[in-house]
């Protein structure tokens, strides 16, 4: 019996939630050929820091920082300090629930001049739910929750182009701790693979820089909740991205960048569901031509987004974006903005999203993100002891 309430209750709520996204109703007729993608711990494509997610969800190319665990690892081997640390925090789905929210802690150490370590932790609450039995007798309160921990290694191949790989644990409890010998937490192991490349193009006494970047994010094995009865594919991701960087004087300074995502998983057919029994890498290569509505439909689950970052004085930052999905995949269509402010030793950057369509999950949602810039504080302490007023002479024998 209790299998069957966490079956109808918890289960469905993790799910609703997150793909709550959607913005108007839709239907699934073949007229309109509604047919977006679904997949297990959909909480691995949430955009985690405010930086990226108030230029519109870009981050495959964009300059490097800690959060580039998530967007792009090979960044990393770019970054211009030593050390970088950084924590977000993102309220989700605030129109609908009050207590959903997703905290990410990212962080990285360079090794030497080619080589860098990345970690992080990504952890989705989805609050608290009441289970009831068939009669509405209270049976307990439990707390559903996810995380995810990387580690990544990222090496400069030439003076210009860095690759990377990711290793990936995902954990997911839908049951908040409650369940049965039919129902067990969902475990599963995944890998990213990326490559960065970024060249300074200046023809002028202008600095400009071209970066172009891709990421093969989430490909390892599907994840199961009834001990392997049933296997859900993990949401393995393609992102292509592009950023031109442009310093009008030492002072002010654009970039604007270009996304574009697809998912690399079964496309459900219109008779059923997708082909959840292929393997993993099958599923992967066929991806890009199972869509029952042919090529039509196959660049209809092409995401794309658009960002824009100006920086004054290195220290204040205005960003933009838009990120667009088509109306038969998911319809999720937004606007977003941000401020960051960059100071000795931490950095603040906040983002807000503006729906383009009424009554959206996703309206009002805020990020919050810190980080701390550990490479600036150790250059400084080193160095403070040069500029020390030198020491006096020793006395002439």
Excluded at 2 to 20: A, E, T, Y
Excluded at 327 to 336: E, H, L, T
Aim: glycine share 8%; hydrophobic share 35%.
């Amino acid at each position: 019996m209790m299998n069957r309430f966490l079956s109808k209750k918890v289960i469905p709520f993790g799910f609703i939630l997150l793909f709550g996204l959607v913005s108007e109703a839709q239907t699934t007729s073949t007229e309109t050929r509604y047919n977006p993608i679904t997949t297990a711990v959909p909480f691995l494509t949430i955009t985690p820091d405010s930086r990226h997610g108030a230029m519109g969800d870009v981050g495959a190319a964009t300059s490097p920082d800690a959060n580039a665990q998530y967007w792009n690892p090979s960044k990393l081997a770019f970054a211009e300090e030593k050390y970088g640390l950084s924590l977000s925090f993102t309220p989700w789905l605030r129109q609908l629930v009050s207590d959903v929210n997703l905290a990410y802690l990212a962080g990285y150490m360079r090794l030497n001049a080619q080589q860098t370590l990345g970690a992080s932790l990504r952890y989705f609450s989805m609050g608290e739910i009441q289970l009831t039995d068939q009669n509405g007798t209270n049976l307990a309160t439990v707390k559903p929750n996810e995380f995810a921990l990387d580690v990544s290694y990222s090496r400069k191949l030439s003076e210009y182009f860095s690759g990377s790989v990711a290793l990936r644990y995902i954990r997911s409890d839908l049951s908040g701790g409650i369940g049965s010998n039919s129902y067990v937490p969902g475990n599963a192991f995944a890998s990213d693979v990326s490559f960065f490349y970024n060249r300074d193009i200046s023809k002028s006494d202008h600095k400009q820089i071209l970066a172009l970047g891709i990421n093969l994010s989430n490909i390892g094995s599907r994840i199961s909740y009834d001990n392997g009865s049933n296997k859900e594919y993990l949401p393995a991701n393609f992102k292509l991205g592009g950023t031109f960087t442009t310093e009008l004087n030492t002072s002010n300074s654009f970039a604007f960048s270009l996304d574009l995502n697809k998912l690399m998983v079964p496309t459900p057919q219109l008779t059923g569901s997708g082909d959840s029994g292929k393997p993993v890498i099958s599923s992967i290569f066929s991806s890009f031509g199972d869509a029952p509505g042919g090529m039509k439909e196959e660049l209809q689950e092409i995401n794309y987004s658009l960002g824009a970052e100006y920086w004054y004085d290195r220290k204040f930052a205005v960003r933009g974006g838009y990120f667009n999905e088509n109306q038969y995949k998911g319809n999720r269509k937004f606007f977003s903005t941000g401020l960051g402010l960059k100071m000795n030793i931490c950095s603040i950057d906040f983002a807000y999203l503006i729906p383009v369509s009424q009554n959206n999950p996703l309206a009002n949602t805020v990020r919050f993100t810190l980080h701390f810039n550990i490479g600036s504080v150790a250059k400084k302490e080193k160095v403070e002891p040069e500029s020390s007023p030198a020491a006096p002479a020793a006395p002439a024998k």
